[in-house]
C-alpha cells in the first residue's frame, strides 16, 4: 500500500527498554547521592536538575550498540576527567560558605552589640541557616551582654564546627560534636 511507513519494532522495543533501564538507574543514582541526607546545592537551592544528564547518558548507552556504545564511553570518560579538574567539591564548598557565613554573622552581632543597635534585624545568612543551629542566650538582668550558639545541625555533610560568641566579642569553636563552650579555643 503507497504512503504506508513500516515500523521497526526490535528498535522501538530497545528504545522502551533503555529507557525504563535509565529511569531506573538514574532513580537509583538519586537515592545513593542522597543517603546520608546532604543534598546537592546549588545557588542554596537542591539540584535536582543534575539528573537529567544521567538520565540522557543511560539512554544512549542501553539504546547504542557497537561502536556508538564504544565511542560514548571513551567520550564520557575524557568529559569526567575535564569536570573533576574545573570543578570543587559541591559539599565542601557548600561547608566553607556555611562556616564563612557563621563566622561573618558572629562578627556583625558582636559589632551591632557594641554599638548598641539590635542585632535581630541582622539576618542569617543562607547556608549558614541551613547548616547551623543559631540562638542567642541574653543572661540574667544583672549581667549584661550576649552570648550567640552557632552549633551545627549537619556534621554528616562536613560541617563539623560549632561557633559560641561570647559577651566579651570573642568568637569560641570546637570541631567536636557538641555546642562550643567558653573554655574552647577562640577562633584567630
Not at 528498535?11 to 533503555?18: E, H, I, N, T, V
Not at 536538575?49 to 565511542?71: E, H, M, N, Q
Request: proline content about 6%.
Amino acid at each position: 500500500m503507497p504512503g504506508t511507513m513500516k515500523v521497526d519494532r526490535s528498535r522501538w522495543r530497545r528504545a522502551m527498554w533503555a529507557s525504563f533501564a535509565a529511569a531506573g538507574l538514574t532513580l537509583a543514582l538519586f537515592i545513593w547521592n542522597n543517603r546520608v541526607g546532604c543534598p546537592k546545592f546549588t545557588n542554596g537551592t537542591i539540584n535536582y536538575s543534575g539528573y537529567s544528564i544521567p538520565f540522557c547518558w543511560l539512554f544512549a548507552f542501553c539504546f547504542f550498540r557497537g561502536f556508538r556504545k564504544v565511542t560514548l564511553v571513551a567520550v564520557t570518560i575524557l568529559a569526567v576527567f575535564i569536570i573533576m579538574a574545573a570543578s570543587g567539591d559541591t559539599l565542601r564548598s557548600l561547608h566553607t560558605a556555611a562556616v564563612h557565613q557563621v563566622v561573618d554573622y558572629l562578627h556583625s552581632v558582636s559589632r551591632s552589640e557594641r554599638e548598641g543597635t539590635p542585632f535581630e534585624n541582622i539576618e542569617v545568612p543562607r547556608y549558614a541557616a541551613r547548616m547551623y543551629r543559631i540562638r542567642a542566650i541574653r543572661p540574667p538582668a544583672p549581667n549584661r551582654g550576649l552570648a550567640v550558639e552557632a552549633t551545627s545541625v549537619r556534621p554528616e555533610c562536613g560541617c563539623r564546627e560549632s561557633f559560641l560568641l561570647t559577651a566579651d566579642g570573642l568568637i569560641h569553636y570546637t570541631t567536636e560534636a557538641r555546642p562550643a563552650r567558653a573554655s574552647d579555643p577562640v577562633l584567630p
